[in-house]
């Protein structure tokens, strides 16, 4: 098997096959630059013409984490929550990329409508102990669900279901769930409410792979290096726009002078300044480019107009690719390991 994995060429990316989340990242990964070709609706497989070395599994999200994990897939994208509650023993999975940017949703504590007095996980400890049995959860994050109960010192026990769990507090088989949530509709129309608190992780879409297959074999961690430069550079580009504007100057030195003296028009390195030819002024006229953040539009249109810009044109940012991203350093630096952490969370709201 080891050996296979040394030699081996070509890998295998598994995505989600059905529902919000596939269409998402169908969707997310046509948008990064790998267009996933599927030829056959009915079909759990299909190619990406951009990188002809990696076939595409589509997959359940679960599944995804545990052929990953189990090295029968090398790659795949999942919600966290899933690399969370089924990560397994240390070491066999590592988080390339923690934020893809959509998939999110929280992992919710969620009571019925009815305890008007249960808002709060203090709420919650003090129903409990006037409950005559352990607190039954429904939930199918038995791993996380459970450690946040142990923590908190609240008696519990576990009901778990394959169906939709949101019906279970109203057909008597738990008292109450956690589940993931996203718009917290679902809640509302099975009159159960969240906990102020109980938010026990936030999640969003992941991009994981086998630990060993990369430390391993050259040409997978080539093919990781691949990937996470498209989806970063999609996703550092998503955030810019490219301004153009023209403005009067003596010389290039004397515009960026300018441009250097306000605050947030500087550009990746910083502007890149052109002679513009015109036919008929006796004035030196430049072309300049930069790119900023995307909430700094106003802002930076204000600061240009501020130094004398005029017809200032905006262009989406499609990528940015950098020298080498952060996160495949991050990622050598696992495998060499320099860093023990494996799995990056996603940023947690505050
Ligand atoms: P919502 O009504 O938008 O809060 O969605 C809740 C329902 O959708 C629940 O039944 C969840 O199991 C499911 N769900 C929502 N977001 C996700 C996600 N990112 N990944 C998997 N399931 C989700």
């Known amino acids: 098997m080891l050996s296979d994995q040394k030699q081996k060429d070509s890998f295998r990316i598994s995505i989600p096959s059905k529902g919000r989340l596939s269409e998402d990242c169908f969707d997310f990964m046509a948008a990064s630059g790998l267009k996933i070709y599927k030829p056959n609706p009915r079909q759990y497989e299909a190619s990406l013409p951009a990188l002809p070395q990696l076939n595409v599994l589509l997959q359940r999200p679960t599944d995804i984490l545990t052929s990953v994990r189990d090295g029968s897939v090398d790659f795949g994208i999942t919600g966290y929550d899933v ?7 240390e070491g066999e999975l590592i988080i390339l990329h ?4 959509f998939g999110g ?8 409508e009815s305890w008007s007095d249960v808002n709060t996980i203090a709420d919650l400890k003090d129903f409990s102990r006037r409950l005559n049995h352990p607190l039954r959860i429904g939930t199918k994050y038995k791993n996380l669900v459970g450690e946040f109960f142990t923590q908190q010192k609240i008696p519990y026990s576990l009901v778990s279901s394959e169906g939709t769990l949101e019906i279970a507090p109203a057909i008597g088989y738990a008292d109450m769930i956690c589940d993931v949530v996203s718009s917290g509709l679902t809640l ?9 608190d109980g938010k026990i992780l936030e999640s969003q879409s992941v991009l994981i792979a086998n630990y060993h297959t990369l ?3 050259p040409q997978a961690l080539a093919t990781a290096r691949i990937l996470i ?3 970063e550079a ?9 301004l153009f504007a023209n403005m009067r100057g003596d010389s290039p030195q004397a515009i960026a002078d300018r441009i250097f003296s306000s605050t947030s028009i500087q550009g990746l390195q910083g502007p890149t300044i052109s002679p513009v030819i015109v036919k008929d002024d006796s004035q030196n006229w430049f072309a300049v480019n930069i790119v900023v953040m995307k909430d700094q539009l106003y802002q930076a249109v204000s600061e240009l107009r501020a130094i004398g810009g005029s017809g200032v044109i905006v262009l989406p940012v ?9 996160r495949y350093r991050r990622l050598l630096d696992v495998l060499q390991n320099k860093n023990k952490n494996k799995t990056q969370t996603p940023p947690q709201e505050e």
Do not use: I, M, T, W
């Open 105 to 112: 949703c929280s992992l919710q504590l969620a009571v019925p």
């Open 83 to 89: 690399v969370a509650e089924h990560q397994g023993k």
């Open 318 to 326: 499609s990528y940015v690719f950098d020298e080498e991203p952060p």
């Open 215 to 217: 430390q391993q074999n």
């Open 229 to 231: 430069e498209y989806f």
């Open 98 to 101: 923690e934020a893809l940017g």
């Open 234 to 242: 999609y996703l550092v580009g998503k955030q810019k726009l490219a």
């Open 188 to 196: 509302r129309d099975n009159r159960l409410k969240p906990l102020q």
